[in-house]
């Protein structure tokens, strides 16, 4: 399934970008996939998952990423400056803004605490957008329970084995990898 919907200006992607990344505290995955799916109509699921896993495995902020890839979709070169630009332009002034406040209340409490709220809320933000995204995998090539067995996997690396990212993403995103193209190839040959 393809989304229908695209930018009709440079200034839309750059708006678009700009509400997308001022919306977005400890990270803009959920904020994302509800801009960029359900209101914009830009991508389907589908197209979101395939992009996001592709900004994944790049250097850089994934989001960043996205943003990168889907400027140059709809307007080339041009188009992922403007939505680079409406990613980090205004976050830009306000994290400096913030840095020099906190390097001045950093020691006190009501700061603090409101830093791990911000932190919980995230994680909360992530799990959502990842169940949200869960039917999705109906449609993977590597399928639903394989999937879900290989996240699970990913989560006990990361908070029981403390694994390194180049560790994950050689281990269990080379085993992804080969289980999608094992499945797809097992498609190919039944399909005539």
């Known amino acids: 399934m393809k989304a229908s919907a695209a930018p009709a200006s440079l200034g839309e992607l750059f708006w678009a970008f700009n509400r997308l990344a001022l919306q ?14 359900e209101r914009l109509g830009w991508l389907s699921r589908e197209e979101f998952l395939d992009t996001f896993a592709i900004a994944q495995v790049l ?11 889907l400027g140059d979709r709809f307007f080339g070169t041009r188009g992922a400056f403007a939505a680079l630009a409406g990613m980090l332009l205004f976050p830009a002034i306000i994290v400096i803004g913030m840095a020099a406040l906190y390097g001045q209340f950093a020691s006190h409490p009501v700061v603090a605490n409101a830093l791990r709220g911000m932190g919980a809320v995230s994680a909360g933000l992530i ?10 995998l109906k ?25 390194p990212l180049p560790q994950l993403l050689l281990g269990l995103g080379g085993l992804g990898m080969a289980l999608a193209w094992w499945q797809m190839r097992r498609a190919t040959k039944v399909t005539p």
């Open 59 to 69: 250097p850089g902020p994934n989001i960043v990423n996205i943003s990168l890839m």
């Open 127 to 136: 799990l959502a957008t990842g169940l949200k995204l869960l039917p999705s």
């Open 24 to 37: 977005g505290f400890g990270g803009v995955l959920a904020v994302a996939q509800r801009e960029l799916v």
């Open 139 to 163: 449609r993977s090539p590597m399928g639903r329970l394989p999937a879900i067995l290989l996240a699970l996997l990913t989560i006990i690396a990361v908070l029981w084995l403390r694994l």
